[in-house]
Antibody
Framework: EVQLQESGPGLVKPSQSLSLTCSVT????????WGWIRKFPGNKMEWMGYISYSGSTSYNPSLKSRISITRDTSKNQFFLQLNSVTTEDTATYYC??????????????WGQGVMVTVSS | DVQMTQSPSNLAASPGESVSINCKASKSISKYLAWYQQKPGKANKLLIYSGSTLQSGTPSRFSGSGSGTDFTLTIRNLEPEDFGLYYC?????????FGGGTKLELK
């Protein structure tokens, strides 16, 4: 069974970088696409980006200058880095397997999410 | 970006009833809509993709319909485990966008 688990600091100071890890078991990240999605207080959800089986990336244009998704295939993990965070980046962050459909991507396996608060 | 609007925001129902949740796109997304269930402490569950295709493991009491800009998730004969938060997401046009969520509560 595919399982994903997010980990990382729950508190980040404004202007610093947010770094999260997604550990995947039951499936190799050298297949498929692997991404990050966040849910803000008030329930709005935002797709952030993905890294593909080959290591290529795609990001939401709203984040393009601040986001980086990388991976360590030896550990079957992928990572999120979001730079220059503000309080508006306070959210629950989810990692998910991104499945390529007839059109676009949807998300068939998710982690349970990790809450990150940006505050001084 | 394609804006997705869900309605209602909140819905109260009893086990055994049927409910419908609506999702409207700001432009045509053909049939490419997914539905998710979210419950506290559990991983989000993909229920339906491409508008009406049930993900493996989704009970047959769930169904999706619609195309273009208007879509509906219907849950027939509600079970206790169906209560939670539901989201739609369009997978027609980059960047992929979500609706605002519908909270289905026990009446």
């Amino acid at each position: 069974e595919v399982q994903l688990q997010e980990s990382g600091p729950g508190l980040v100071k404004p202007s610093q970088s947010l770094s999260l890890t997604c550990s995947v078991t039951g499936y190799s990240i050298t297949s498929n696409y692997w991404g990050w999605i966040r849910k803000f207080p008030g329930n709005k959800m935002e797709w952030m980006g993905y890294i593909s089986y080959s290591g290529s990336t795609s990001y939401n244009p709203s984040l393009k200058s601040r986001i980086s998704i990388t991976r360590d295939t030896s550990k079957n993990q992928f990572f999120l880095q979001l730079n220059s965070v503000t309080t508006e980046d306070t959210a629950t962050y989810y990692c998910a397997r991104s499945r390529r459909g007839e059109s676009g991507f949807y998300f068939d396996y998710w982690g349970q999410g990790v809450m990150v608060t940006v505050s001084s | 970006d394609v804006q997705m609007t869900q309605s209602p925001s909140n819905l109260a129902a009893s086990p055994g009833e049927s409910v419908s949740i609506n999702c409207k796109a700001s432009k045509s997304i053909s049939k490419y809509l997914a539905w998710y269930q979210q419950k506290p402490g559990k991983a989000n569950k993909l229920l339906i993709y491409s508008g009406s295709t049930l993900q493996s493991g989704t009970p047959s009491r769930f169904s999706g319909s619609g195309s273009g800009t208007d879509f509906t998730l219907t849950i027939r004969n509600l079970e206790p485990e169906d209560f939670g938060l539901y989201y739609c997401q369009q997978h027609n046009e980059y960047p992929w966008t979500f609706g605002g969520g519908t909270k289905l509560e026990l009446k």
